[in-house]
């Protein structure tokens, strides 16, 4: 491959042209706003047959799925598939109701997301933008909606673009601040995404509304390396829940938190409770199976995960799962859920989802190292967050260009950059290319600060740090210097 000189403080420009998934997209606020859609087409994404039920839904799942998609607070799965069937039902009677395709299409995303199933992402998009062509004026929900679509395809740039939009139409309306805080984070313009928090926090929302603020606040805290307070918008948040769905969500969130610094326990009981609420929570299935194989549990982690792919074909599991058989030596069941993650991924990209991240990270790993670097540089492109930064420095570092991967790699660790987060998978990878690069302090410390976060972050990796820091040895001893 050849080498490009640029680093991460300059723009990469793509030696080819951008993949054509990322115009299509963008020709979504080209369409919106000179009207291109037709009622007509639309009324063609409903099914034929109207659902038997009729009338309106109840008020609980007509405020909860915008709300869901909005600002991350869920709907429970029955209360979605009412919601769908009600609004298409309606629609065909009154298809120049704006509001009503607004919430068809947040429910489409809704459940697409609750099920892992991508296909729901085309439908969301048509219904929204059928709102938007109806309704082309103070359209907030429907512009919120698109911009929660884009933030849940990885297309952080045209997220942005419609939630600013919403924005400057409702600066008081906090869902809006919300879908705006996942844009800037996913651009990797983290002084926005905090501006953006303090606005909504300004707002004082109470209420219903206020868990769902609390948890966003979390997702900040977090990836400022503010741990505690991250935990404790969660539990707060979990604590004033006002459904079943809703709580386990928040419950999911604190199990992932408790997994990263390392609390296997603590992680598995936020997930199992999680469960319990809402069997259909897929972050809390396969948390549980993350958190029983760092406990060694492992017949009882590889039945999790399997359950957990089963109901939920997500490609990062898929990942997951397929690590944990490698590390068990069991290589053509490992293949096998490669194979899967592939198809996976490939169908959802299909459907407007941006998988280059998680193909770029599995790449490096497991297939074509050169292709991993491309992918990578690629998204880097076009939103360098810090997760781009630490799997762009690694892809490199894989090919075996230590030097600019340090340098990526230090993005992803620097807090002035917006790496605050602890991470034990970042730590791990600067200390591995400090080591190839001889930078034998540098790597003990962060090897060692890898495993001092989360000394189970992975059961492929830790055997690797361990065995690093073994290599490195013990640091030399100095005479004191003189007086």
Known sequence: MEKRQSGPATSLVAERPPRRRRRLLRRVLVASVTGTAAVGGALMLLPKEPPPRTGLPAEGPRAQAPAAVAAGVPAALPDLTRLIEDRENHLRTHPRDALAWAVLGTAYLERGRRTADAANYPRAQR?????????????????????ALANTRRDFGVARDWGEQAQKLAPKRWTTYAVLID??????????????????????????????????????????????????????????????????????????????????????????????????????????????????????????????????????????????????????????????????????????????????????????????????????DMQPGIEVADALGWALHRVGEDEEALEYARIATDKEKGGGVRSALYSFHLGMIEGELELTGPARRHLQEALRINPYFSPLRVPVARAALARLGEPPDEDPPES
Do not use: I
């Open 183 to 380: 844009a800037y984070t996913g651009l990797g313009d983290y002084k926005a995404s905090r501006g953006a928090l303090d606005k909504l926090l300004a707002l004082h929302t109470k209420g219903a509304a206020r868990p769902a603020v609390m948890a966003r606040a979390s997702a900040v805290y977090r990836d400022r390396g503010w741990r505690e307070d991250a935990a404790a918008q969660l539990a707060d948040a979990a604590a004033a829940a006002r459904t079943p769905a809703e709580q386990a969500d928040y419950l999911a969130r604190a199990g992932q938190l408790a997994w990263e610094r390392g609390d296997r326990e603590d992680a598995l009981r936020h997930f199992q409770e999680a469960l319990r609420l809402d069997p259909g929570q897929r972050a809390a299935a396969a948390g549980r199976g993350r958190a029983l194989a760092a406990l060694g549990r492992t017949s009882a982690a590889l039945t999790a995960y399997r359950a957990a792919l089963a109901a939920h074909p997500c490609p990062e599991y898929a990942l997951e799962l397929g690590e944990l058989y490698e590390s068990l030596g069991r290589e053509e069941e490992a293949q096998a859920q490669y194979d899967l993650l592939r198809d996976r991924a490939a169908r959802d990209e299909a459907d407007g989802v941006d998988e280059e991240l998680l193909l770029g990270r599995f790449e490096a790993d497991h297939g074509d190292r050169e292709e991993a670097v491309e992918l990578l540089r690629d998204e880097w």
């Open 127 to 147: 219904a929204l933008l059928e709102s938007l062509t109806v309704k082309s004026g103070k359209n907030v929900e429907a512009l919120e909606g698109l911009a």
